[in-house]
């Protein structure tokens, strides 16, 4: 097996035995009611991850997509529910403001040459100090289109609930892969992450694939921000505090290479599904209490950033500089 | 030593902080006033030293680790597990030196932690340091079981909130290990040793430095820096809030680092530097409160110190600008 | 033959100067259609230079490029790739972690409705490797094979983008016989399509294998390009290394034929694929000057001594006792010293003072405690500033700041406060000044009366001889001769280095 399949097979086979070993513990786990709201309960963080893919696979990191989360919700709830604009419209908006945000982050680290955690870190600041602004509170949104959309579900045989949110979040996974392995775009996000000197070289547009890599991920920071403002019909800045470190963790967890140059869209949502796993267990049990959850992602996280190092320093990965002539 | 000469006290960071100042005084005429009460000083400028002073707690372990090209994420992090080590061990009526020594061997274990992964293992300091920020916070929670720990242990709570000459006690803790730390690094080779490896990790190797012993050393301290800062901050609200302390601290600490001039491509430091970082973010801070502002407006200030510092920093604004003014720009290699 | 071979690239009196160190002096190269032409000289020579010139990574200060008799200017790697001038460097300039098709496709893939047509990509792939006889599947990613195919990858890349020029930058360096052969092949194929080939390297045996025509640069000049059956190899080391041998008659350096007492023994010493186990004896009040091209083994076999690699067979005899050095820190607490060949990479503390870089060494040998304070720190710097006769408007100004001669005397001023007993200097005058130059050369003399031990890797074959008491030489990572007393002259160590004992030596003048 060519060995950069090792850690999505890893995660994968974790999760299966996870939740095997969950299902042996409690049988009722083992139900489309607890499988459709994982897709539910986990949307935002699941279309938030496949934009810190794309960073990721890029050799970047996104610091600022929680607080773009919580932006996005209280802009929406703003737009909505103060100044009376249509939903739809509210998101058009939204996601257009998100992008164009990321694009100003993308077009920091390209031109100022800057590492992408400290102008990720500002993005962040600005994001939820925006949000801050805008308001201190938590804004209900009650509006006929958001009742229907919540109340939008596919009935799966056993009584779960296929959300339309959830559904949206498998969409967007699906969207997101078909970008990142099947596109010039994506083939350039790769490039970038492997070697960006060679990328540049090899005539990978660098500019406007970081600004777009960015930009993307700041637009799904957006829309898992409106998913958010969905599923808890309201809007509060300080929504999806720390967010961005679990999409970064489901991302890890899911088999792409910290570093970058290597990576799967399609881990990412089992990464996301791990984290959904360890919260459900923790739900059933009962006794546990919900800080295993960050002791067991930080557990997961240093596992596959070691199994990492061992992959690919045994693969010899990896160009060696080469000297600057004398 | 050498002397102070005009270009030290003319640095752009007095400068910023003098200007950040006068801008709290016109907001708030009464910034300057400093009253006697009680036996110590109270006040909007004590405040500000007093407030700042967690932050320059975790600037000054955080400086020679962004000197040497690292960066320690986990110190919020750190600190809510020191503080939750020191409130519970206050609760169980362990006496202070116990309760300190206790925390502060937590903070130097996590430091250890990272240093290695970042020495030993060769693992990005990013990357290092992020299992910790993720992971810490649980582990806060497990030990004060996902409760505010609250105690009242007097002595521990004089460390948060007591006054020494009427200075406040965390401004006097973070004052004494500036100095400290900062007699260390330059009485000592180890400044030097850090400088050394932070501009040429490769000629640091061929001179017999022992490299990666340093910069064990430096997140272990790290570490300890930012378990005293969780324990002040514990001692301040008299509890342990797994949740919140220190949250984004780790944030403020590399800002604090980065506006005293340490750059994070490593290189040269000033500790003291770092505090002066820290002193100005909690200015910023203090004048947008007094000035009546929401405090979260602090959050897109500091947005905009750090997108100034970068631009500044910036080779390529550089570059274009000694174009503008016509001076040649010799062409890298 | 390919005499009337029309030329495709011309260069013509190019200049590049970095700062104050003049790269390239006005140099003039032509490339022909249909030849290959090999390109030689020494670290610091000026190759890299102008191949980056020619392929458009630097912007020549000086100087002109015609492609096709046009006068063309490049201001990006890509766009002389558009104009047809393709670029392989010795480290692969690809992407490890894409599969091969997108390495040869990127940014070109075949694409319907915004989705790539990976089934396409890949038979387009197959297909133009297979004109490279390259049989392998295109959709694994380009790590996962040897460095050779990685090249020729990386050729046919090249070639499918450019196809007028084709640039190949040490491409040999870590191939083994069988691969060189292969890539020889394909060499030879792309010189029938009528492509210029440029081939830079410092195996001889491969010029003479594979060239028509030789170019050989030094210290930023041209020292002659001539046809490959107008050489030998004695003739064209010569140019390389700039020995005009008649001029030069060894003086024997006194008092060294009986040499001092013995301080090590280097006992075979090797690394595997680095160097062939190296024995030789090590004399305290001697220089043993080591001669060999680059790639050689010779900086490879220094840092076996120094501990920066760590042998895997054979070890010193030092004091005593047999060991092996495990790290640059336990060389230094033997008491050695090194001044590594690339002085900005790793040697030099750009952004640190004079004064801080002269006492590193030291104040890494005291440990971290015995600090040495500022006023001791200004002695031992304003001592050796004195006696190095280091050029710097103070000890606090920062290294980066003094021209290279003067960064050397640092380095050199940095090991001997360590009070050492046995020196590795590699290249120690490379790309500094004349007058430094001398300054350097009558340093290692003095520090040789004065009993140290030194070992000194040099291209410079006058220096070498001016100051050597023995002259070992390195061929091929291996220890090929070692020369001593009258034996020490240019010409003899030519010879050793060209591995041509017979060949008459003073034929050509360069």
Redesign the interface.
């Known amino acids: 097996m060519n060995p950069r399949y090792r850690p999505l097979a890893a995660t994968t086979i974790i999760f299966v035995i996870a939740y095997a070993i969950c299902i042996s513990q409690y049988p009722s786990m083992w139900s489309t009611r607890v499988l459709g709201n994982f897709l539910t309960d986990n949307a935002f963080l699941g279309i938030a991850a496949v934009g810190a893919t794309f960073v990721i696979i890029s050799g970047g990191i996104d610091l600022s997509v929680g607080a773009v989360v919580g932006l996005a919700g209280v802009l929406v709830a703003v737009l909505v529910s103060q100044l009376g604009v249509h939903p739809v419209a509210a998101f058009v908006i939204v996601l257009a403001i998100s992008a164009a945000f990321g694009a100003s982050m993308g077009a920091a680290i390209h031109f100022l040459r800057v590492p992408p955690f400290i102008v990720t870190l500002a993005g962040m600041f600005m994001a939820r100090g925006l949000a801050s602004i805008l308001t201190q509170d938590s804004i209900p949104i009650d509006h006929d289109v958001y009742r229907a959309i919540s109340g939008l579900y596919y009935r799966l045989p056993g009584g779960g609930r296929l959300s339309a949110i959830g559904l949206l979040m498998l969409f967007v996974f699906l969207v997101g892969g078909i970008i990142a392995h099947k596109t010039r775009f994506g083939s350039y996000v790769y490039a970038l992450g492997g070697n960006p000197t060679s990328a540049a070289l090899m005539g990978v547009p660098v500019a406007r694939t970081t600004i777009g890599i960015y930009a993307l991920a700041s637009f799904l920071g957006g829309l898992a921000g409106i998913v958010y403002s969905l599923y808890t019909s309201s809007g509060y800045p300080l929504a999806a505090v720390g967010m961005e470190l679990d999409a970064i963790a489901a991302v890890v967890i899911g088999g792409t290479l910290l570093t970058g140059g290597y990576g799967f869209i399609f881990g990412t949502l089992i990464g996301v599904m791990l984290q959904g796993l360890v919260q459900t267990y923790i739900v059933f049990d009962g006794t546990l209490s919900s800080w295993w959850t960050k002791i067991a992602i930080g557990l997961l996280l240093f596992m596959f950033i070691l199994l990492q190092k061992l992959v690919f320093s045994a693969q010899g990965r990896g160009p060696r500089l080469k000297r600057a002539p004398a | 030593?050498r002397r102070l000469s005009l270009s030290d006290i003319a640095k752009p960071q007095l400068l910023a902080l003098a200007f950040i100042l006068v801008l709290n005084w016109m907001v708030f005429p009464g910034f300057f006033n400093v009253t006697w009460q009680d036996g110590r000083l109270f006040g909007s400028l004590i405040d500000v030293i007093n407030r700042g002073a967690p932050v320059a707690i975790l600037a000054i372990g955080m400086t020679a680790i962004i000197a040497t090209r690292g960066?320690d994420l986990s110190v919020g992090a750190v600190m809510a597990v020191a503080g939750a080590v020191a409130a519970t061990s206050a609760v169980a009526g362990q006496p202070l030196i116990v309760t300190l020594a206790g925390a502060l061997l937590v903070g130097l274990a996590c430091g250890l932690w990272n240093g290695s992964l970042v020495a030993f293992?060769?693992?990005?300091p990013?990357?290092?340091t992020?299992?910790?920020?993720?992971?810490?916070?649980?582990?806060?929670?497990?030990i004060t079981?996902?409760s505010i720990v609250t105690f009242s242990d007097p002595a521990l709570i004089f460390v948060g909130t007591g006054s020494v000459l009427g200075l406040p006690m965390p401004a006097v803790i973070a004052l004494i290990l500036m100095i400290a730390a900062h007699l260390v690094m330059r009485?000592?080779?180890?400044g030097?040793?850090v400088?050394?490896i932070g501009?040429?990790l490769?000629?640091?190797?061929?001179?017999?430095?022992?490299a990666r012993t340093v910069i064990l050393g430096l997140y272990a301290f790290g570490g300890c820096c930012a378990a005293l800062a969780g324990v002040i901050a514990a001692a301040d609200i008299r509890g342990a809030d797994?949740n919140n302390a220190g949250?984004w601290l780790e944030?403020d600490a590399?800002l604090a680092v980065?506006i005293g001039g340490t750059s994070?491509l490593g290189?040269?430091f000033s500790i003291p530097m770092s505090v002066l970082g820290a002193v100005i973010i909690q200015a910023m801070n203090t004048g947008i409160l007094v000035s009546g502002l929401?405090p979260?407006?602090?959050?897109?200030?500091?947005?905009?110190v750090?997108?100034l510092i970068?631009?500044m920093?910036?080779?390529?604004?550089a570059e274009v600008v000694s174009r503008r003014f016509g001076r040649m720009t010799?062409?890298g290699? | 033959m390919t005499t009337d071979n029309e030329v495709v690239l011309e260069a013509r009196g190019i200049i590049k100067t970095f700062g104050n160190h003049a790269a390239l002096k006005g140099v003039d190269i032509s490339f022909r259609r249909g030849e290959v032409h090999a390109l030689l000289g020494e670290n610091g020579a000026g190759k890299s230079t102008l191949i980056k010139i020619v392929t458009g990574a630097y912007i020549p200060d000086g100087g002109t490029i015609h492609l096709e008799g046009q006068p063309v200017s490049f201001a990006t790697p890509q766009q002389a790739q558009s104009l047809g001038i393709g670029t392989v460097y010795q480290e692969v300039n690809l992407l490890p972690n894409m599969t091969v098709s997108d390495n040869l496709f990127i940014g070109r893939q075949p694409t319907s409705a915004g989705i790539v047509n990976r089934k396409a990509t890949d038979e387009m792939a197959r297909e133009v490797l297979s004109r490279y006889g390259l049989d392998i599947d295109v959709r694994a990613e380009l790590s996962t094979y040897s460095v050779a195919v990685q090249q020729i990858v990386a050729i046919a890349r090249a070639v499918e983008l450019s196809g007028k020029v084709l640039i190949l930058d040490e491409p040999t360096a870590s191939l083994d016989r069988h691969e060189v052969d292969k890539l020889f092949q394909i060499i030879r194929t792309l010189k029938a399509r009528g492509l210029a080939i440029v081939f830079i390297t410092h195996f001889l045996d491969q010029v003479f294998e594979l060239s028509d025509r030789v170019t050989v640069l030094r210290n930023g000049s041209l020292i002659g390009s001539e046809r490959i059956d107008a050489l030998n190899r004695t003739s064209l080391v010569r140019m390389m290394l700039g020995k005009d041998l008649v001029q030069h008659h060894h003086t024997p350096v006194e008092g060294q034929a009986e040499g001092g007492e013995t301080l090590m023994t280097v006992r075979q010493l090797g690394l595997t694929g680095k160097v062939q186990p190296i024995d030789l004896e090590i004399r305290k009040g001697e220089v043993v000057g080591v001669a060999g091209l680059l790639g050689s083994g010779r900086t490879e076999m220094a840092r076996l001594m120094f501990g920066i690699d760590i042998a895997d067979s054979g070890g010193l005899h030092i004091d005593g006792r047999e060991r092996v050095v495990r790290s640059a820190r336990e060389a230094v607490d033997l008491g050695f010293g090194f001044c590594p060949e690339d002085r900005k990479a790793d040697g030099i503390f750009g952004d640190l003072s004079v004064r801080e870089n002269i006492v590193i060494a030291m104040q890494a040998r005291l440990g971290w405690f015995k600090a040495l304070n500022r006023d001791e720190q200004m002695e031992i710097a304003g001592n050796f500033i004195e006696a190095l006769d280091i050029r710097t408007a103070s000890a606090d100004l920062p290294v980066k700041l003094l021209s290279g001669g003067n960064q050397q005397k640092v380095i050199l001023a940095r090991w001997l406060a360590t009070d050492p007993r046995f020196l590795i200097l590699d290249e120690p005058t490379r790309g500094i000044d004349v007058g430094a130059h001398a300054e350097i050369v009558r340093m290692i003399s003095r520090l040789r009366e004065d009993g140290l031990a030194l070992v000194v890797i040099s291209s410079e074959l006058d220096e070498i001889v001016s100051y050597s008491s023995r002259v070992v030489v390195m061929r091929d990572r291996t220890l090929v001769a070692e020369l001593e007393g009258a034996d020490i002259t240019p010409s003899k160590i030519v010879q050793s280095i060209a591995g041509q004992a017979g060949e008459p030596v003073a034929e050509v003048t360069a």
């Not at chain 2, 992020?130 to 497990?142: E, K, P």
């Not at chain 2, 000629?203 to 017999?208: F, K, L, M, R, W």
Request: positive net charge; proline residues 1%.
């Open positions: 030593m960066v293992l060769g693992i990005q990013f990357v290092a992020l299992v910790l920020m993720v992971a810490g916070r649980g582990v806060a929670q497990l079981e996902g009485r000592t080779a180890i030097l040793f400088e050394a501009t040429n490769s000629a640091a190797n061929y001179t017999g430095l022992r797994a949250l944030l590399i980065v994070l290189g040269r929401p979260e407006f602090n959050l897109i200030v500091k947005a905009s750090i997108i970068l631009v920093q910036s080779d390529r604004v010799t062409r290699k």
